[in-house]
């Protein structure tokens, strides 16, 4: 049985990978993949998007979406990804264009058009908030978000906010507001789930896939002698192998000002919030599996 998805993305070293993780796994059912700024701007993220897709030969519709947050400045992260958000690797300028609809409109018409569908957020979530504000009856037709984002231990931005988070925090708090059922895959694990030097020397002698991925990944900047995060890719991994993450449910709140904005706030004790919950919150992952993993499904993909 597979498990159909969405993905909103802002592609991005990471995202591409996880974009990679999930267009090829026969037991996800990617329907539509929407575009947001925030690793770069939007026209980056919505053609990169397509590089990915083409690549692998897909016809998998692609629609971009919000230029901006909702409220906040924007300010990416090219510093991370590179001015392209996808340095490493030539994929050519035949790659073909977005569907001719907004990020919101695809969202809700393929959302209403299944049952049980999985959004897996690994940018901003101006788009998901968007579309919850405009089209609340999507709602009841999500069966989880899987969103990569947050922090509980320190951030990346700040020392208290994720970049997620930090880019739209108002959004966020839609989003974690809404009543639908939230996995938060955040720094807690993402930070651990390092790709090894080993891993990465290994992926690019696998096969034109893993050759791409090297590309990119070692034109990372992010991480250090330890490994490099893939940040994304944890959220798809999650959905498949949720048995390799420690979990715990708690409500999650999200600051949107003053110094501490895009923080995101768990309340351990549930002690504010009548014991209630929003979210089910990823806090420790087995590193060695998700190497393990990341190779094994490299290798699969012809």
Same mark, same amino acid.
């Given at each position: 049985?597979?498990? =159909?998805?969405?993905? !909103?993305?802002?592609?991005?070293?990471?995202?591409?990978?996880?974009?990679? %993780?999930?267009?090829?796994?026969?037991?996800?059912?990617?329907?539509?993949?929407?575009?947001?700024?925030?690793?770069?701007?939007?026209?980056?993220?919505?053609?990169?998007?397509? =590089?990915?897709?083409? #690549?692998?030969?897909?016809?998998?519709?692609?629609?971009? *979406?919000?230029?901006?947050? $909702?409220?906040?400045? #924007?300010?990416?992260?090219?510093?991370?990804?590179?001015?392209? @958000?996808?340095? *490493?690797?030539?994929? @050519?300028?035949?790659?073909?264009?977005?569907?001719?609809?907004?990020?919101?409109?695809?969202?809700? !018409?393929?959302? %209403?058009?299944?049952?049980?569908?999985?959004?897996?957020?690994?940018?901003?979530?101006?788009?998901?908030?968007? $579309?919850?504000?405009?089209?609340?009856?999507?709602?009841?037709?999500?069966?989880?978000?899987?969103?990569?984002?947050?922090?509980?231990? @320190?951030?990346?931005?700040?020392?208290?906010? /994720?970049?997620?988070?930090?880019?739209?925090?108002?959004?966020?708090?839609?989003?974690?507001?809404?009543?639908?059922?939230?996995?938060?895959?955040?720094?807690?694990?993402?930070?651990?789930? $390092?790709?090894?030097?080993?891993?990465? /020397?290994? $992926?690019? =002698?696998?096969?034109?896939?893993?050759?791409?991925?090297?590309?990119?990944?070692?034109?990372?900047?992010?991480?250090?002698?330890?490994?490099?995060?893939?940040?994304?890719?944890?959220?798809?991994?999650?959905?498949?192998?949720? /048995?390799?993450?420690?979990?715990?449910?708690?409500?999650? !709140?999200?600051?949107?000002?003053?110094?501490?904005?895009?923080?995101?706030?768990?309340?351990?004790?549930?002690?504010?919030?009548?014991?209630?919950?929003?979210?089910?919150?990823?806090?420790?992952?087995?590193?060695?599996? #998700?190497?393990?993993?990341?190779?094994? /499904?490299?290798?699969?993909?012809?």
């Amino acid at each position: 049985m597979t498990t =159909k998805i969405i993905m !909103d993305t802002d592609p991005g070293i990471d995202d591409a990978a996880a974009l990679t %993780m999930a267009i090829n796994n026969p037991s996800l059912d990617l329907k539509l993949i929407t575009t947001v700024a925030g690793n770069v701007t939007v026209d980056k993220t919505t053609a990169n998007a397509l =590089k990915i897709v083409h #690549f692998f030969g897909k016809d998998i519709p692609v629609a971009a *979406g919000a230029e901006q947050p $909702l409220i906040k400045p #924007f300010e990416d992260a090219a510093r991370i990804h590179g001015e392209s @958000g996808m340095p *490493g690797y030539d994929f @050519g300028t035949d790659y073909g264009k977005p569907i001719d609809k907004s990020a919101v409109e695809a969202l809700r !018409d393929a959302i %209403m058009a299944e049952d049980e569908v999985v959004l897996v957020p690994t940018g901003s979530y101006t788009n998901i908030a968007l $579309l919850f504000s405009e089209y609340p009856e999507v709602k009841s037709h999500i069966k989880q978000i899987v969103a990569m984002g947050g922090s509980f231990s @320190g951030g990346n931005m700040t020392s208290a906010a /994720e970049f997620n988070v930090f880019t739209d925090p108002d959004a966020a708090k839609i989003m974690y507001n809404a009543g639908v059922p939230i996995v938060t895959v955040g720094l807690d694990v993402t930070l651990k789930a $390092l790709l090894t030097a080993d891993t990465i /020397e290994k $992926l690019g =002698k696998l096969n034109k896939t893993g050759e791409m991925l090297h590309g990119l990944i070692t034109h990372y900047n992010d991480g250090s002698d330890a490994g490099r995060p893939m940040h994304d890719v944890n959220t798809i991994f999650y959905l498949l192998h949720p /048995e390799a993450f420690t979990t715990k449910d708690m409500w999650v !709140d999200v600051q949107t000002d003053g110094p501490a904005i895009g923080a995101t706030v768990g309340d351990v004790r549930a002690a504010y919030h009548d014991g209630k919950t929003n979210a089910k919150v990823c806090l420790d992952i087995d590193a060695d599996a #998700f190497n393990k993993w990341f190779l094994e /499904e490299v290798s699969k993909i012809k």
